[in-house]
DNA sequence: ACCTAATTTATAATCATTCTAAACTGTAAG
DNA sequence: CTTACAGTTTAGAATGATTATAAATTAGGT
């Protein structure tokens, strides 16, 4: 077994998963890459299917990706209501989003002047602060 | 007719829509209020047809909401995927999003320091910045 | 090799949103 | 004031993403 499959079992045991040979081909797509990658379910799904023999069912893609989102091994970007994508990138950083081709790009936390508020709501303490950039062509 | 009758008129025929008696009760359930107001089409819906004598097809809501969006009497918010949320404040503001009850209070673009981003996309020029601050309870 | 619980899968169900087409209505011309 | 017609409303169908179901299959321990 290869050092990156046994590390794949251990991010699915973490996630309390079985390491299946579908989910080790999900994790293959997902984390054998030297760029993050981000993506919809579908994208995922076609992915998956087009490249590889045995297929493997829309629904085991959407249990496997949201078990990695809770256990924090996928960041999950909420762009509008349409495009729900994920994130193999797990940092606290932000995005840039170009809806005339759908792209996002990361922007890293450190290429962003830290964001002070000057307003705090009694009795709430803050969770997350994310930031989205939308961007067109010049 | 009321100045404020005619202020909807206004707005409905700068959106290219005509002043129908439906849509007019959607402007006053939108329009008629002291604070802003966050809504999902649905809460929008079940407000205007609970009250109401002269049920409003969803349909309807639907459109009317849509049509105000794109002439800029609406704002969009992109939480998450499970939650459109629409904003009668259109002024360039901001969000804290409370996840325990899906409460959204707007956060003035005064109350939060200038974003300066220290990295640009070549080719690439600024749309919007968005930040949501997701809170929960202390 | 067997047992059992976890998993996969095709399919159905659900939910938000959009589409459709027939009935209705606002508007402007006569 | 009436008419004509394009715009509007509506219920219901269609779509698309996501979740649920339940029967067949598989992983992991004994």
Redesign the interface.
Known sequence: MTQKTSNYITKLRNSKLRPTKQRIKICEALFDRSETFHFTIRDLYNLLTNNLVHKISLATVYNTVHAFKNSGYLK?I????NN?YFDTNTSHHHH?F??TNNEL?D??N????K?????I?P????????????????
């Open positions: 999950q909420n762009i509008d209501s729900n840039f170009d809806e790009i922007l890293k450190e290429d962003i002047k964001i002070e508020l000057k307003k709501i009795g709430k303490k803050i969770k997350s602060v994310e930031v989205l950039v939308k961007i067109e062509p010049e």
